[in-house]
């Protein structure tokens, strides 16, 4: 069950990164950290594709990782590299102290609104998540 959670919710996210690489502007706003109001950075059509892939191949690890048995003995390639996947996310949900995590200093932005009550749990959650597949 973890594993179809783990994929369902990266591919919608996927989607999503999809979705503003093709030009909507739904949730785009929200998404990225902001200072004194404005974009801290603009990302291109390029590196949202990019995550948007990243977002589908962690989907793709997780099933295989939890669904395969081929892969699953710890110290298997599939096994370190949920692990990794699983660390990612838990850096995303720590965040950099200024203006991602929940150990940011920035807090009164519309992105840093939703980081606190959405993102950064949901990272959290995504990564306990793959090393709960990593474990079993």
Do not use: Q
Request: charged residues 10%; hydrophobic residues 55%; aromatic residues 16%.
């Amino acid at each position: 069950m973890v594993p179809t959670l783990l994929a369902s919710t990266l591919l919608f996210l996927a989607g999503l990164h999809l979705y503003w690489a093709a030009g909507g502007r739904w949730g785009k706003g929200t998404a990225i950290p902001e200072s004194n109001g404005k974009p801290l950075f603009t990302p291109s059509r390029l590196s949202t594709v990019a995550v948007a892939l990243a977002l589908s191949a962690a989907a793709c690890v997780a099933v295989i990782r939890g669904f395969f048995l081929f892969s699953s003995f710890p110290g298997s390639p599939a096994h370190w590299l949920t692990v990794a996947i699983g660390a990612v996310f838990a850096l995303r949900a720590i965040g950099e102290f200024r203006f991602v995590g929940f150990f940011k200093r920035v807090r009164g932005s519309s992105f840093a609104r939703w980081d606190t009550w959405l993102f950064s749990p949901l990272c959290l959650l995504i990564a306990i998540g793959f090393f709960v597949v990593a474990a079993s």
